[in-house]
T-cell receptor, first 113, second 116 residues
Framework: DAGVIQSPRHEVTEMGQEVTLRCKPI?????LFWYRQTMMRGLELLIY????????DSGMPEDRFSAKMPNASFSTLKIQPSEPRDSAVYFC???????????FGDGTRLSIL | AQTVTQSQPEMSVQEAETVTLSCTYD???????LFWYKQPPSRQMILVIR??????QNATENRFSVNFQKAAKSFSLKISDSQLGDAAMYFC?????????????FGQGTRLTINP
């Protein structure tokens, strides 16, 4: 089975631009998670979905961040407008119901200049 | 709120030797899960091993084993016969066992270096 697929792998953009990160979870997984990793704060959960419905978005930093899951095989994390402090590695992960472990994608390294 | 602490920012070990990475956590729950994830320079987050709190037996996966001390809230990872490919950041993580709970809480990580 293919793992969690994220795109792009790297993104460099200027402050103020809109950024869209993409994720395809493992087929059959009904939970999808977005994490952010920075040196200062480590790995933080931003939001997670169950059956395409957002369950907990308490980790989303502010209104500039939004996430959607239009179907079971695709999710986006959007930042608009982007700021230099948003620079980080963003991970998507998925899991199956039943307290199964989360499987992570390779992450997107985002640099906002 | 649950917290996870990894007190060793960096560790190093000679190839073929054994190394133990420490992790402690704070929770008032009795049912939960603990994980160790490995993050090599390629940036992937790879699940190494998992432990259910209700199981007394320590989990083992080939050269990787844990020492789970529930009363002490300690969850250390032992890597035997260290190999160069084991060099990575290692993260300890906690997840509640409550029905529907999915959030992983991560420690700050330990960078493991393997000396040839």
């Amino acid at each position: 089975d293919a793992g969690v697929i994220q795109s792009p792998r790297h993104e460099v953009t200027e402050m103020g631009q809109e950024v869209t990160l993409r994720c395809k979870p493992i087929s059959g997984h009904d939970y999808l998670f977005w994490y952010r990793q920075t040196m200062m704060r480590g790995l933080e959960l931003l939001i997670y979905f169950n059956n395409n419905v957002p369950i907990d978005d308490s980790g989303m930093p502010e209104d500039r961040f939004s996430a959607k899951m239009p179907n079971a095989s695709f999710s986006t994390l959007k930042i608009q407008p982007s700021e230099p402090r948003d620079s980080a590695v963003y991970f998507c992960a998925s899991s199956r119901t039943g307290q199964r472990p989360q499987h992570f994608g390779d992450g997107t390294r985002l640099s906002i200049l | 709120a649950q917290t996870v602490t990894q007190s060793q920012p960096e560790m190093s070990v000679q190839e073929a030797e054994t190394v133990t990475l420490s992790c402690t956590y704070d929770t008032s729950e009795s049912d939960y899960y603990l994980f160790w994830y490995k993050q090599p320079p390629s940036r992937q987050m790879i699940l190494v091993i998992r432990q259910e709190a209700y199981k007394q037996q320590n989990a083992t996966e080939n050269r990787f084993s844990v020492n789970f001390q529930k009363a002490a809230k300690s969850f250390s990872l032992k890597i035997s016969d260290s190999q160069l490919g084991d060099a990575a950041m290692y993260f300890c993580a906690y997840r509640s066992g409550s029905r529907g709970a999915q959030k992983l809480v991560f420690g700050q990580g330990t960078r493991l270096t393997i000396n040839p």
